[in-house]
């Protein structure tokens, strides 16, 4: 997918046109199958979509989040961005909106979401993410109403690395234009309605030509509290380098919540960039790809996870 936005770059064409086309590849080929259709269904068996774009030049920015039924989510963001005063549509209005901009609207789910679905029906939907409620979460399938137990306890939250992963691209051009992007279907099993990071700004992207861009991927519902891509994109504003700047996000989250599964990509103005990830079971590396004028093809990266 950096291979598509690269060639858009080669090619002369926008740092928008390039997020825009390395995040629909990722939309239309299911990466890892936790970008586009036929990936993390929800609580009732639906894939919903989050992207968002911006444009690191203007700061304008554009955002989808519970996306049904469009699988081309990254365009429809873009097209909030450039025909709408807004910056985040979200949910039916979100679907109606994109079908009236042009966009087909056609069934997310596939067989693989739809055994995905009946496996986790079949197995008392475990795991889910729902708490203090009745019957008991750990045990039953809902529907759920509210309970509060007489004793409070801590559910630890099982980390799955495989539930949840974003696409996250930053391009810069050789005149200095920044611009970002994310896609995603969440996180498998989700109750309807949530968002993650992915489609907020500063939490899933971030991106000021004049300071650097950032994109986060992992835990949402952890990481969007802490806004790691603008906190690492007003690092390097201040001088951090990219790395500095990563593992600066990724050490306030770890304050808080030091099992949480995440990782963040970091790239300044000059092009030189770096990486930070939380070391969880399952998880001490992190593989991002890079694409510029060193590395042809696209040269597939890691660092260590602290």
């Given at each position: 997918?950096?291979?598509?936005?690269?060639?858009?770059?080669?090619s002369?064409?926008?740092?928008?046109?390039?997020?825009?086309?390395?995040?629909?590849?990722?939309?239309?080929?299911?990466?890892?199958?936790?970008?586009?259709?036929?990936?993390s269904?929800?609580?009732?068996?639906?894939?919903?979509l989050?992207?968002?774009?911006?444009?690191?030049?203007?700061?304008?920015?554009?955002?989808?989040a519970?996306?049904?039924?469009?699988?081309?989510?990254?365009?429809?963001?873009?097209?909030?961005?450039?025909?709408?005063?807004?910056?985040?549509?979200?949910?039916?209005?979100?679907?109606?909106?994109?079908?009236?901009m042009?966009?087909?609207?056609?069934?997310?789910?596939?067989?693989?979401?739809?055994?995905?679905?009946?496996?986790?029906?079949?197995?008392?939907?475990?795991?889910?993410?729902?708490?203090?409620?009745?019957?008991?979460?750990?045990?039953?399938?809902?529907?759920?109403?509210?309970?509060?137990?007489?004793?409070?306890?801590?559910?630890?939250?099982?980390?799955?690395?495989?539930?949840?992963?974003?696409?996250?691209?930053?391009v810069?051009?050789?005149?200095?234009?920044?611009?970002?992007?994310?896609?995603?279907?969440?996180?498998?099993?989700?109750?309807?309605?949530?968002?993650?990071?992915?489609?907020?700004?500063?939490?899933?992207?971030?991106?000021?030509?004049?300071?650097?861009?950032?994109?986060?991927?992992?835990?949402?519902?952890?990481?969007?509290?802490?806004?790691?891509?603008y906190?690492?994109?007003?690092?390097?504003?201040?001088?951090?380098d990219?790395?500095?700047?990563?593992?600066?996000?990724?050490?306030?989250?770890?304050?808080?919540?030091?099992?949480?599964?995440?990782?963040?990509?970091?790239?300044n103005?000059?092009?030189?960039?770096?990486?930070?990830?939380?070391?969880?079971?399952?998880?001490?590396?992190?593989?991002?790809?890079?694409?510029?004028?060193?590395?042809?093809?696209?040269?597939?990266?890691?660092?260590?996870c602290f």
């Amino acid at each position: 997918n950096t291979y598509y936005s690269w060639s858009v770059l080669q090619s002369g064409g926008s740092v928008l046109n390039a997020v825009e086309k390395g995040c629909a590849c990722c939309e239309t080929e299911q990466c890892d199958g936790t970008v586009g259709y036929g990936g993390s269904p929800d609580e009732t068996g639906e894939t919903t979509l989050d992207a968002m774009i911006m444009n690191g030049d203007t700061m304008e920015v554009g955002a989808v989040a519970d996306l049904r039924r469009i699988k081309n989510a990254i365009g429809v963001a873009r097209a909030v961005m450039e025909h709408t005063e807004h910056t985040l549509l979200v949910g039916e209005s979100a679907s109606v909106f994109a079908e009236n901009m042009g966009f087909i609207a056609e069934d997310l789910t596939t067989n693989k979401s739809l055994n995905i679905f009946s496996q986790w029906l079949k197995g008392n939907c475990q795991p889910n993410y729902r708490k203090c409620v009745s019957p008991d979460p750990s045990e039953y399938c809902g529907p759920y109403r509210p309970h509060v137990p007489l004793l409070r306890t801590t559910l630890e939250r099982q980390t799955n690395i495989h539930s949840h992963d974003t696409i996250g691209m930053i391009v810069i051009d050789q005149n200095g234009h920044m611009a970002a992007g994310t896609s995603t279907n969440g996180l498998t099993h989700k109750v309807p309605g949530r968002v993650g990071d992915s489609p907020i700004i500063g939490a899933g992207a971030y991106v000021d030509s004049s300071a650097g861009g950032a994109a986060a991927t992992g835990d949402g519902d952890v990481m969007m509290r802490f806004l790691p891509s603008y906190l690492a994109v007003e690092l390097m504003r201040a001088g951090a380098d990219p790395t500095a700047a990563c593992v600066s996000a990724i050490s306030r989250i770890k304050r808080h919540h030091s099992e949480f599964f995440g990782a963040i990509i970091c790239a300044n103005t000059t092009g030189h960039y770096g990486a930070a990830c939380n070391k969880v079971p399952g998880f001490s590396q992190f593989h991002f790809m890079v694409s510029n004028p060193e590395t042809n093809p696209p040269a597939l990266k890691s660092v260590d996870c602290f």
